[in-house]
């Protein structure tokens, strides 16, 4: 016998009708929830995206492919993940796990929907069953086994680990979705009764199954019934969540890579022909930011590795670059706020949101950009902030008495310029 299964088997037609309704009510309450995000970016400047995919396929392919090559290598390799113990393989693990997962449901939908059509286009059966099913059942565990490690790391609470309410919501989200779907299979074994290959090609299914093995075959029908009710509401109440917790990183980061500018933490010199279209150096609304910028704020996830690499931070400086975007996120849904209510006047973005001291305790060495997982700009939100101070007079501290020093003296030292080079007599060797 042929192994295989049927996608919606022990499931009435009435119950498959309500769940794709459902699956449309998730999806519509998802699409709802990006939609508010978009309107957030749309309150920055233009960055002419239509531009990218204008001319033949050649131009657009050479357009896109550099954002293209980064999102698949910095996003789906994880690329820019890698380098932290253990954080990374539970990371990994959970990224590889919940991929394969995806992928898996895809494919089991499109064989439902191809089987509909003609009994001839089912391919979910035979060899590809067998290595489908295996793939699944020991790469879910993968998906588990981060799962639990990021449960722990919560517990732990680390100091540059953000940490929200919503986070646990998440993480025992994966939890559940993640057994329930190993008991449903179990389940699933006990009344259908595989036998040979079409069984142990879902080893962890089938270990289950023995653990209930008590079930008479009604019983795991009349359980497997209500517990993939169980899991289809976790997974639905996953999907409509994803635009309302930290999971959106999923949809802004691979967005904010293939945006993102090529080398991070370059700065871009201002023209006078920028200054008088725009009337001002650097931003002084949340809005002089670009889309792309605003995008990125998105993305962060918090996950500190900016705030544990910033020379500033470690020596107690007023800087974490982590609490700068998050600073910055919040001005920007402030400030939406303020436009949707008809205000004329929106949040402060200068010492209201981000003060001065802040802004010039960053040495501009670009580790916080080099780290970071998504291609936040960090630099290039400080950078663009500083020049507003100094096009306001805003200059102070070390930086304005090193420009002091340098029209009076020569040097950013304050030193005579009979001494100026004597720093050199240290580089000449002893004979």
Known sequence: MTPTRETFGNIPFSSQLAFYGLALVAMGIFAWGVWRRWKLWRLGTPIHVRELITGNLAEIWRKVRPGAQRVVVDAGAQQRVRGHGFGTVAHVSLYLGFMVLLAGTTLLEADNILSHISSALKFHRGTYYIVYEYTL???????????????????????????????????????????????VEALRILWQQPTGIGAHCSPVGLWLAGVLDGFSVAEARSAHFALWWVHSFLVFGFIASIPFTRLFHFIAGPLNIFLAQPSLGRLTPVTMEEVEQTERVGPSDIRHFSRQQLLSLDACMECGRCEEACPAFATAKPLSPKRVV????????????????????????????????????????????????????????????RRHLVAEGGLSGTAATALRRMQSNGNPWGLPAAERTNWTEALTPKS
């Not at 722990?152 to 025992?172: F, M, Q, S």
Request: glycine fraction near 8%.
């Open 326 to 385: 998050q600073d910055l996120k919040g001005l920007m849904e402030a400030t939406a706020a303020a436009v949707a209510a008809g205000k004329t006047e929106v949040p402060a973005l200068h010492e209201a949101t981000i003060a001065a001291e802040t802004l010039w305790s960053c040495t501009a060495c670009s580790a916080c950009v080099n780290v970071c997982p998504v291609r936040i700009d960090q630099l290039g939100f400080i950078i663009g902030l």
């Open 137 to 183: 059942d020991v790469l879910g565990l993968l998906f588990l086994l981060g799962t639990i490690f990021f449960c722990w790391r919560r517990l732990r609470k680390p100091a540059a680990l953000g940490h929200r309410a919503t986070d646990w919501y998440v993480l025992l989200s994966f939890l559940a979705i993640g057994v329930t779907g190993y008991l």
